[in-house]
């Protein structure tokens, strides 16, 4: 059952997944090489983090709290030994009684309002300087609304007619995607999974496995990290996660700039 609640929490079950994209663009144009984004974080298992300074990934605290203990995570196809894990306090994982409840009933109501009201962000301090690739700067800013955000990761995937389904493989091939924020307050920026002309020529979402993994948000010439993978709306896929009209929501990094800095700070 511990499974099933990364699955509800859309890292694993709604929401993180390899992206899904489009039913009218080939999954071809979504595809990118493995060093298309370097600073990328692996899991292990599934999920990811982003290297955001030389010693420090930051992930959403549902990609790792599921699992056991994390020693190693990879990073440009090196394994990097982890010294310390620091999850935000304001964390709350989902008592099991709440989600047994919500796939009974599906009625995700309270479910809904936990997650929403959970810091679902960690970070982990690798044991040793990351020298061979450079880290992605925060985005700072608090104007995400309105702007399209790029999201990257290599969880399960599909596409906005079929979805996918909870049991496919929640690590695949390394995938992009767009998507306009139609909301961004507090901790959380969301955005929808669009179809037709409503759609960005990559429109796409994350899914099952994406968890913790960037939303990207160009500044000038340069992409800045806004967000990280978290959770998807359950009762806006009816039961098929990865179809047109899922809300996506993301940790919202700006939120957080000031904790992401206190604990680096202590930790030096």
């Known amino acids: 059952m511990t499974r099933l609640l ?64 994390i020693r190693q995570i990879t990073i440009g196809g090196v394994s990097r030994d982890v010294e310390r894990v620091v999850i935000h306090p304001g964390y709350r994982k989902p008592p099991q009684a709440l989600l047994d409840h919500a796939l009974d009933t599906w009625d995700w109501t309270l479910f809904r309002v936990l997650l929403a009201s959970s810091d679902d962000i960690a970070l982990l301090k690798l044991a040793q ?23 990257i990761g290599k969880g399960a995937t599909g596409n906005g007619v079929d979805g996918y389904q909870f049991s496919d493989p929640h690590r695949t091939e390394l995938r992009r995607a767009y998507n306009k924020v139609t ?8 955005y929808l999974f669009d179809k037709d002309s409503d759609a960005q020529p990559l429109e796409g ?49 700006s939120h957080y700039r000031d904790w992401i800095e206190g604990v680096i700070s202590a930790q030096s």
């Open 6 to 69: 990364l699955l509800a929490l859309l890292l694993v079950s709604f929401s993180a997944s390899a992206i899904v994209v489009r039913d009218d663009v080939a999954d071809a144009q979504y595809r990118v090489p493995a060093s298309g984004f370097p600073a990328l974080a692996d899991m292990p298992g599934e999920g990811h983090g982003v290297l955001i300074a030389p010693q420090w990934v930051v992930t959403a605290a549902h990609a790792i709290t599921w699992q056991p203990e």
């Open 205 to 253: 979402g994350s899914g099952s496995g994406d968890s913790g993994g960037p939303v990207l948000i160009r500044t000038g010439k340069d992409w800045l990290l806004a967000g990280l993978t978290s959770w998807s709306d359950p009762q806006s896929t009816v039961r098929v996660p990865g179809r047109y009209g899922q809300v996506s929501c993301n940790v919202r990094l």
């Open 129 to 151: 300087p990351v020298t061979d690739i450079p880290p992605v700067a925060i985005n700072t800013s608090d104007d995400e609304f309105g702007q399209v955000v790029e999201i």
């Open 183 to 190: 909301s961004a307050d507090g901790h959380w920026l969301c």
